[in-house]
């Protein structure tokens, strides 16, 4: 299996994601195909594919921001059963973030991760593919160290419309395993980065800033 970073919208390959992510993903989560030039053109974004006897099998995208030395797992997709996918696509993603904290003068500190709520999310069948069923997500997400993040989390949809979706938690792994909390201005300093390009907030998502400025610490709970 081969580890590709894609970096263009006429790059073959992104095609072949684009149709697993809409295969896996609802209609919300997933952005329309030419709003990802900007996305696979920055640098800073990282879009990797799983690539076996040619076919694309799996993908992942994240980010790592050297000022606040945490990264961000944007998604995982895993396409097919029995080979290995997601602990190939851990490995190497690991390993990349590792090398990019370590350029920086870093460990790295953690990664945030959204993760659907099985018992809140309406609809569990995420294109029928079973390693990406919500409960097993979450539960495969718990066994990598990723805990929920005290508080009622919202996140605006991916259509850009001012929708707010509200059956995942912010999750976030910390590579200290002693870490119990977060500082919420890291919370918050993140939240409004990583959506500063979807320019429609629901008011949701404005409250739930708000509130959060006005904490100090946030607990780190088993999901």
Known sequence: MEYIRIQSL??????????????????EEVLEFSLWKEPLEDPDIRVFVAVHEGEVVGATEYRYYPDLNVAMTDFTIIGREGLGIGRFLVENRQNDLFALAALSGNEL????????????AID????GIKPMDP????????????Q??????VHPSWNNDGEA???LDLCFLP??????????????????????VLPNKPAAWLQM???????????????
């Open 135 to 146: 409960f097993v997500r979450r539960e495969v997400l718990s066994h990598l160290g990723y």
């Open 124 to 127: 569990h069948s995420f294109g």
């Open 109 to 120: 500190f953690g990664m945030f991760a959204e993760i659907y709520d099985p018992y809140r």
């Open 148 to 153: 929920r993040i005290d508080f009622n989390y």
């Open 209 to 223: 800033i708000e509130q959060l400025e006005s904490r100090n610490t946030l607990r780190l709970l088993p999901i």
């Open 10 to 27: 006429d790059d073959p390959l992104f095609g072949r994601m684009h149709r697993l992510m809409q295969s896996v993903f609802p209609p």
């Open 165 to 167: 979706v509200t059956e």
């Open 175 to 196: 590579y200290d395993r002693t870490v119990s909390e977060l500082p919420a201005r890291l919370v918050v300093h993140f939240l409004t980065r990583y959506y500063a």
